[in-house]
């Protein structure tokens, strides 16, 4: 026998009435969900045959987690080696006494501090504007730094407060350390805006 011969057989072996009661039979069955995991496996067969497209909210979501996963090793790409190897403050050594041929005067440690303070803030004004949305942390870290530095420049200012040389050092020390800090945070945004 034949595949259609075997199939008219099966479709001839119901009578007109069985026919009839099986078909009723089926219609008076009530409406019950499959479990969802057959719904599940019924969908993903389908995408994946190409029948059904993913959603549009699906591949959305897939989106802004590779670019997010991307913008994460993009920062720690740009963080990470200046926290694994963290910048050294370097002064320069000044000799005490210059060779007698020589007009110039040494510089201070005290000058020496005030003359990067004055090129890190020349550096912090040639780099671009702050971008206009800045995550909360960021903003809140530059902020902070920003006010730290003030409070500095307050001291350093202010006419009533009586300072040594060696507290004074120290405070230009520490608006330099700031200053270096709030420069590298800055220049981090600004290449990251650049992307």
Known sequence: MSGDEKEQEMICALTADEHDALN???????????????WERIREQAEAEGLLQQAAGTRRRTWYMGAG??????IAAVMLPGLLNPPTETF???????PSNSNATPLTTLQTLMVQSR????????LPDE????????MATI????????????????????MSLEDRELFWRE????MNSLLQLRYAQAQRAAF
Do not use: C, F, H, W
């Open 24 to 38: 009723k039979g089926l219609r008076n069955l009530g409406d019950t969900m499959p479990p969802r995991a057959v």
């Open 69 to 74: 996963l991307a913008a994460a090793a993009m």
């Open 92 to 98: 320069p050594v000044v000799p005490s006494e210059l």
């Open 119 to 126: 090129q890190l803030e020349t550096d912090l004004r040639s």
């Open 131 to 138: 971008p206009s949305v800045m995550r909360a942390g960021t």
């Open 143 to 162: 902020s902070n730094l920003e006010d730290r530095i003030a409070a500095i420049d307050y001291q350093l200012n202010d006419p009533d407060v009586q």
């Open 175 to 178: 608006r330099v350390r700031l």
